[in-house]
T-cell receptor
Framework: GAVVSQHPSRVICKSGTSVKIECRSLDFQATTMFWYRQFPKQSLMLMATSNEGSKATYEQGVEKDKFLINHASLTLSTLTVTSAHPEDSSFYIC????????????FGPGTRLTVL | GENVEQHPSTLSVQEGDSAVIKCTYSDSASNYFPWYKQELGKGPQLIIDIRSNVGEKKDQRIAVTLNKTAKHFSLHITETQPEDSAVYFCAARSMEYGNKLVFGAGTILRVKS
């Protein structure tokens, strides 16, 4: 399958700081990228959907000013958690679509965010 | 909107036995059904998928079946191995739901050696 990378894999930050997570599709152009959040032992929760060059569409209950998404190119999307608080600690996973004949969706390895 | 239910939540099998995980969906317009395997601390990995114009698809030890009438699809793993132990998620995608994947709650599969 297609490869999606995510960086960093793990980040620890102080409360009130901002953290940026990068997501890249390495061997295909992603028409659409998605950002998910996953709590322990739970399923994936979609936060937002982004298309290259346009504003992200956020799911209900997700603060767009809190979670800034930029989809600058067909291979790069970034998620910035602004003014992070301990309750933002979670596993964030990006996903990219556009790499297969059926527009399969491929996931990155995830970023573990811990806010102290 | 779409709703996907997945069963069982946990499944333990002996190495070499088969494992079956079942999902049902609510939106008859859904037309794409992927299965993902997620190991601890990693992102989900696409292992097999099926489209609504096909009833069954197989890839080595893994197969997926789809019953559009009943709106359910299943993952079958034969000759299970310890490395199959992981969390498995089913998902459904519908254009009427913005072409976004809706995931099941996941199944923890444990293969005992």
């Amino acid at each position: 399958g297609a490869v999606v990378s995510q960086h960093p894999s793990r980040v620890i930050c102080k409360s009130g700081t901002s953290v940026k997570i990068e997501c890249r599709s390495l061997d295909f152009q992603a028409t659409t990228m998605f950002w998910y959040r996953q709590f322990p032992k739970q399923s994936l929760m979609l936060m937002a959907t982004s298309n290259e060059g346009s504003k992200a569409t956020y799911e209900q209950g997700v603060e767009k000013d809190k979670f800034l998404i930029n989809h600058a190119s067909l291979t790069l999307s970034t998620l910035t958690v602004t003014s992070a608080h301990p309750e933002d600690s979670s596993f964030y996973i990006c996903s990219a679509r556009g790499g297969g004949i059926y527009n399969e969706q491929f996931f990155g390895p995830g970023t573990r965010l811990t806010v102290l | 909107g779409e709703n996907v239910e997945q069963h069982p939540s946990t499944l333990s099998v002996q190495e070499g036995d088969s494992a079956v995980i079942k999902c049902t969906y609510s939106d008859s317009a859904s037309n794409y059904f992927p299965w993902y395997k997620q190991e601890l601390g990693k992102g989900p990995q696409l292992i097999i998928d099926i489209r609504s114009n096909v009833g069954e698809k197989k890839d080595q030890r893994i197969a997926v079946t789809l019953n559009k009438t009943a709106k359910h699809f299943s993952l079958h793993i034969t000759e299970t191995q310890p490395e199959d132990s992981a969390v498995y998620f089913c998902a459904a995608r519908s254009m009427e739901y913005g072409n976004k994947l809706v995931f099941g709650a996941g199944t923890i599969l444990r293969v005992k050696s």
